[in-house]
C-alpha cells in the first residue's frame, strides 16, 4: 500500500500557545524568548515588524519600539500539542507530534479523500486557535517541505511525485549539519534536485555519512516512519507457575500466552521488535534467554517459534517459577505481508526466518560468512575471516526464486562449462614444464575441468608423527611471519600418508615437531 | 541440480542431483566428497542461490572454497559445538527454505543423524525443496538409507610435477567416484576427473 503522510506546520505555535494563557496581548507586537534568561528570540506574531529568529530581546525591541518578550512555556505547549493531536486522531489512525509546531497523521487509504483529511485537519487547529499549513506527500520530509511552501493553505504532493515537487526548493530545507550550508553554497548546490543529481558515493566522500541522508531526503525517499504516541518504552508480560516446573512443555504454554499479549500491544501502536528476551525466573536468580528476530516483527508466531527453538537448545530448565518476556519496540514499521509467492519480500522473509532460526538454535559467533583472507596473512589458520550474520542485509543481494532455480540451475547450468573462479590467483610457469604423475595404482589421468580440490583445515593444526623419508611429498615451503608477536617458522609439504590420503603438513622450525594442518579431501 | 563436473554431470544423467532430496556423498578420508559438495554447492551460488555448509569439524576452509568456484558471499556457515546443535542447525536451514542446497558435514562426527532425524529431515527439505547433502564416511545406515543418491568418492591421485633439486610441487589430483545408490540410474558408474590445485594469493598451493 502507497504510504501517505499528512504534516501540519504551525509557524506560529510558540506565540499562539502564549495568547491562549494571556489574551489580553492579542493585537500587540509579541515576540517568545527562549529560556527563563530569555537569550534569543525563537517566534514572533506578524505584528513584531523587523523581528527575526535568533535575535537577542535587546536587538529585537530596538528593531520593533513597544514589542513585548515573554518567556517560552514548554509545558504549555506541551499541553497544547497533545491537544491538538487528540484531535488529529479524529482524521488518521496514527499521530505523531514529532517537534512543537509539527504534526503528522497517517493519511493512506483515508475514506474521505486527502482534500478531505487535510481541510478537517485545518479546522481542528483553527478551533484550538492555531493557524497552520498542512500538506500530504509520500514521506515525512515531502510532506513537511509541502507544508511549509504552502503558506496557509493546503498542499497535496501526488504519489510518486516528491522527488519533482522537491526539486526546485532550497537547500536549506534540510537540517543541514554546522558548515554544510557554505560548503553546499560554495560548491554552487542550491536546490534539492542539484544535490539528488549527485552521484552519493563521491558526495559521502566529501561530506560523511550524513550525506547519504541528505540526498534520500532530497530524491523524495525518507523512509522515516511515523511514530506512535503514548508508546510504551518496554513491553513486558509475566507467567507466574504455581509449583516450580522443570519441563519444557508448560514453559511454552506459558510462553505461548505471554508473547501473544505483548505481541497485540505492539501491533496495536504500530511498533515492532528486532529481538527480544524471555526470562525464567528460577527460585533464587533469573535467566534471561536473547531472542534475535533478524527482522522487526510484531507476530506473535513468529516470536514463539524462536523462543521455543532458543530454549530447547538451552539447558536451563530447572525449577523456573515464573516465565516472562520483555519487548523493547525498534522503531520501525513492520513490514508489509507477502500476500502473494515470488516476491521479493517473501524471498527476502524466507532468508530473515532462516537466520532467525539458526540464531535461535546456535550462538551468536556460530552463524557465519567466511571470507578469505590471503592478505591479512599466509598462515592457513589466519587466512580467512568469519563474520556473523546478523541481519539477511548480510548476505549479498536477494536470492533467486525457487523458480529460477528450478529453470536455470536444473537445465541451463548443465550445458554451461563450468568457469574457474575469478578469485584464484594463477601463477605461470615460466617454461612449460612436463607433468609426470607419480602414484601407486598408476591411474592415468583422466579428461578433467578444473576442479580444485577441497582441503579441510584442522585448526588447531594437530601433531602427528614424522611422515616417512620416502613418502610422495612435494615441497617444503617456507613461511615465516609475525616475528614482531608470535613469530612463525614452518615448513610446509603436500604428502600422502600411508593410508593414501593427501595431506596438508608442516614441520614447524622452533621446536622441530610435525603437525597436520589439513586434508585434501 | 547440476555438479558442475561435467564428467560427473555425465554419470549422473539428465536427472542429476535431485532437489528436495537427501543425497550422501561418502568416502575414507581425503577421497574428494568434500570436493564434489563444494562443485554442487559453487554451481547453486553462482546462480545466485543461497548456499549453506554445517560444519562441526571446523574444517570449512574459505580460500579452497572460493577456487572451487563457491560465492562465498551466498553461502551461510553453521559451525555447531556437537552433534545436537549440527541437528538443530540443519533443522533450521532445510525448514528455512531460503537454501537451495544445504551440505552437512558429518564425517567426523559418526552417529550424528540417526532415523528419525533423517526421516523429519527428507520431509522438511522435499517440502521446502531444498537438495540435503550429508558427506559421510560411509557408515551412516539411517543416512544410507533415506539418501536416494549415494556417490561414493574413491580417493585423489595426486599428480606431481617434478621441480629443479627434487623439489616437487602439487598440481592437483583425479578423483574418482561412483554411484552407489540413485532412484533414477543404474548404479555401479562411475567416473574420473581431474581437479588441479589452485594457488593461494600467488604464494604456495594448499
Avoid at chain 1, 518578550?69 to 505547549?77: F, L, P, T, W
Avoid at chain 1, 511515523?226 to 510504551?232: F, Y
Avoid at chain 2, 568456484?69 to 553453521?78: F, K, M, P
Wanted: charged share 20%; hydrophobic share 45%; glycine share 8%.
Amino acid at each position: 500500500m502507497q504510504r501517505r503522510i499528512a504534516c501540519l506546520v504551525l509557524p506560529q505555535f510558540s506565540v499562539e500557545v502564549c495568547l491562549r494563557a494571556k489574551p489580553s496581548l492579542k493585537g500587540r507586537p509579541l515576540a517568545i524568548a527562549h529560556g527563563e534568561s530569555r537569550r534569543e528570540i525563537v517566534s514572533a506574531n506578524r505584528t513584531s515588524i523587523g523581528v527575526v529568529a535568533g535575535m537577542t530581546p535587546k536587538q529585537a525591541r530596538a528593531a520593533c519600539p513597544g514589542l513585548v518578550v515573554i518567556a517560552r512555556d514548554e509545558s504549555a505547549e506541551l499541553a497544547a500539542t497533545s491537544e491538538l493531536l487528540d484531535a488529529l486522531e479524529t482524521c488518521g489512525p496514527l499521530v505523531e507530534g514529532s517537534a512543537p509546531g509539527i504534526c503528522y497523521f497517517d493519511a493512506a487509504a483515508l475514506p474521505g479523500g486527502e482534500a478531505g483529511a487535510l481541510g478537517a485537519a485545518l479546522s481542528l487547529a483553527t478551533e484550538l486557535g492555531f493557524s497552520c499549513a498542512a500538506a500530504i506527500a509520500d514521506d515525512k520530509f515531502s510532506a513537511r517541505c509541502a507544508a511549509r511552501v504552502a503558506g496557509a493553505g493546503v498542499s497535496i504532493v501526488p504519489p510518486g511525485g516528491s522527488a519533482v515537487f522537491l526539486a526546485p526548493l532550497s537547500i536549506g530545507l534540510l537540517a543541514l549539519a554546522p558548515g554544510d550550508a557554505d560548503r553546499f553554497d560554495l560548491l554552487g548546490l542550491r536546490t534539492l534536485g542539484q544535490l539528488a543529481a549527485l552521484p552519493v558515493g563521491p558526495l559521502a566522500l566529501r561530506f560523511g555519512e550524513r550525506a547519504r541522508r541528505y540526498q534520500q531526503l532530497a530524491r523524495g525517499a525518507d523512509d522515516e516512519s511515523l511514530q506512535p504516541r503514548n508508546a510504551a518504552a518496554v513491553y513486558e508480560d509475566r507467567f507466574g507457575f504455581d509449583g516450580a516446573v522443570d519441563r519444557l512443555e508448560p514453559v511454552l504454554f506459558a510462553l505461548r500466552g505471554c508473547l501473544g499479549t505483548v505481541a497485540a500491544r505492539l501491533a496495536g501502536c504500530a511498533q515492532t521488535c528486532d529481538r527480544f528476551d524471555v526470562v525464567l525466573e528460577h527460585s533464587a536468580e533469573s535467566a534471561i534467554v536473547p531472542v534475535l528476530l533478524a527482522e522487526p516483527s510484531a507476530s506473535a508466531e513468529t516470536m514463539f517459534h524462536l523462543a521455543r527453538i532458543a530454549l530447547e537448545s538451552r539447558e536451563m530448565l530447572e525449577s523456573i517459577a515464573a516465565v516472562g518476556v520483555r519487548v523493547t519496540p525498534c522503531g520501525q514499521a513492520p513490514p508489509q505481508l507477502s500476500l502473494f509467492d515470488g516476491t521479493a519480500a517473501s524471498r527476502r522473509a524466507a532468508v530473515a526466518a532462516t537466520i532467525a532460526r539458526l540464531q535461535a538454535a546456535l550462538r551468536r559467533d556460530e552463524v557465519v560468512t567466511m571470507m578469505p583472507m590471503p592478505a591479512r596473512s599466509r598462515l592457513p589458520e589466519r587466512m580467512q575471516q568469519a563474520t556473523p550474520i546478523d541481519s539477511p542485509q548480510d548476505l549479498v543481494g536477494v536470492v533467486r526464486e525457487r523458480s529460477s532455480r528450478h529453470g536455470a540451475l536444473g537445465r541451463g547450468a548443465r550445458n554451461v562449462t563450468p568457469a574457474r573462479s575469478s578469485h584464484v590467483a594463477a601463477r605461470s610457469l615460466n617454461a612449460p614444464a612436463p607433468v609426470t604423475q607419480r602414484s601407486a595404482s598408476n591411474a592415468p589421468a583422466a579428461n578433467g575441468g578444473a576442479w580444485a580440490p577441497a582441503l579441510r583445515l584442522v585448526d588447531p593444526p594437530k601433531p602427528i608423527a614424522a611422515p616417512p623419508q620416502d613418502s610422495a611429498r612435494a615441497g617444503p615451503f617456507r613461511l615465516s611471519e609475525s616475528w614482531w608477536e608470535q613469530p612463525v617458522e614452518r615448513d610446509y609439504y603436500q604428502l600422502v600418508d600411508n593410508a593414501g590420503a593427501l595431506l596438508l603438513v608442516f614441520r614447524d622450525l622452533r621446536d622441530g615437531c610435525w603437525y597436520l594442518q589439513g586434508v585434501f579431501d | 541440480m547440476a555438479s558442475g563436473i561435467a564428467d560427473l554431470d555425465a554419470l549422473l544423467g539428465p536427472a542429476g542431483v535431485p532437489r528436495g532430496q537427501l543425497t550422501e556423498l561418502f568416502g575414507s578420508r581425503s577421497s574428494g566428497k568434500t570436493m564434489v559438495a563444494f562443485a554442487l554447492l559453487a554451481s547453486a551460488t553462482r546462480e545466485g542461490a543461497l548456499g549453506a555448509y554445517v560444519d562441526p569439524w571446523g574444517g570449512f576452509f574459505a580460500p579452497a572454497a572460493v577456487a572451487a568456484g563457491i560465492d562465498v558471499r551466498r553461502l551461510i556457515v553453521a559451525r555447531p559445538r556437537d552433534a545436537a546443535a549440527a541437528r538443530r542447525a540443519t533443522d533450521a536451514l532445510v525448514r528455512g527454505g531460503a537454501c537451495a542446497i544445504v551440505v552437512v558435514d558429518c564425517a567426523e562426527l559418526s552417529g550424528t543423524l540417526q532415523t528419525h532425524h533423517c526421516a523429519r529431515l527428507v520431509a522438511q527439505a522435499e517440502k521446502t525443496g531444498t537438495t540435503l547433502v550429508v558427506i559421510t564416511n560411509g557408515d551412516a545406515q539411517a543416512v544410507a538409507s533415506f539418501a536416494s543418491l549415494r556417490v561414493r568418492a574413491h580417493g585423489l591421485t595426486p599428480v606431481w610435477q617434478e621441480g629443479s633439486e627434487g623439489s616437487g610441487r602439487l598440481m592437483g589430483c583425479i578423483a574418482s567416484v561412483d554411484i552407489a545408490k540413485s532412484r533414477a540410474i543404474a548404479p555401479g558408474r562411475s567416473a574420473r576427473f581431474a581437479a588441479s590445485l589452485p594457488e593461494v594469493a600467488g604464494t604456495w598451493p594448499c
